[in-house]
């Protein structure tokens, strides 16, 4: 089955600095690569994703890449705030979206 | 439009006994996946119902069962209970499956099992 690795577990930045963090997945046949934010006692929140047939993707100050060959995608935010400071999760599927795979999450924590 | 909407949010059970978790989704929405979170394994998927109908499962053992009513609510059942099974169980809506619709979930039913 399918296999998402996400790095680095914790990252800590200062307030206006930019943080990235990156996934590979195992399978070649996913094509569907979301990424979720969780806030402490709620459920993960999608935040942007993005499909294979798409290199890059933006939405304000978050972008997801996307490499197919090397089988790995990133999330990079820009002008970090401190309402970004959340656990962050990649994940992967296949076309139908089902069964997300995924990551085992990076603490994000945006210091004032 | 409301939230997704899981049922309690807080339960404590012991080894051996067994428990219904609830989920309404978003009005609309006719699939629902349901994951478990642990600080160990992650967020693993349990399974998903479209149309009352079980269509994927995850590396679950059989005690977790689950099933989908005509209006598209969902309850999950997990029976004998053991200490491994203490997680946040998370279900997850989306308007169709095998889409790559949004899954929008909810916050969770926190399980602690002494």
């Known amino acids: 089955g399918e296999n998402v690795e996400q790095h680095p577990s914790t990252l800590s930045v200062q307030e206006g600095d930019s943080a990235v963090i990156k996934c590979t997945y195992s399978d070649s046949a996913s094509n569907y690569f979301p990424w979720y934010k969780q806030e402490l006692g709620k459920g993960p929140q999608l935040i942007i994703d993005?499909?294979?047939?798409?290199g890059e993707k933006k939405d304000q100050r978050i972008a997801v890449t996307l490499n197919k060959t090397a089988k790995h995608f990133s999330l990079h935010i820009t002008e970090t705030q401190p309402e970004d400071s959340a656990v962050y999760f990649c994940a992967a599927s296949g076309s139908s979206g089902d069964k997300l795979t995924f990551g085992t999450g990076t603490r994000l924590a945006v210091r004032p | 439009k409301a939230g997704v909407t899981q049922t309690p949010r807080y339960l404590i059970k012991t080894r051996g006994q067994q428990v219904t978790l609830s989920c309404s989704p978003i009005?609309?929405?006719?699939?629902v996946s349901w994951y478990q979170q642990t600080p160990g394994q992650g967020l693993q998927f349990l399974f998903e119902?479209?149309?009352?109908?079980?269509?994927n499962k995850g590396n679950f053992p059989g005690r977790f069962s689950g099933r989908q009513f005509s209006n598209s609510r969902s309850e999950m059942n997990v029976s004998t209970l053991e200490l491994g099974d203490s997680a946040l169980y998370l279900c997850?809506?989306?308007?169709?499956?095998?889409?790559?619709?949004?899954?929008?979930f909810g916050p969770g039913t926190r399980l602690t099992v002494l």
């Open positions: 009005s609309g929405h006719r699939s």
């Open positions: 993005i499909r294979s047939n798409v």
């Open positions: 997850a809506s989306r308007p169709l499956a095998g889409t790559t619709d949004t899954q929008y």
């Open positions: 119902y479209f149309s009352e109908t079980q269509r």
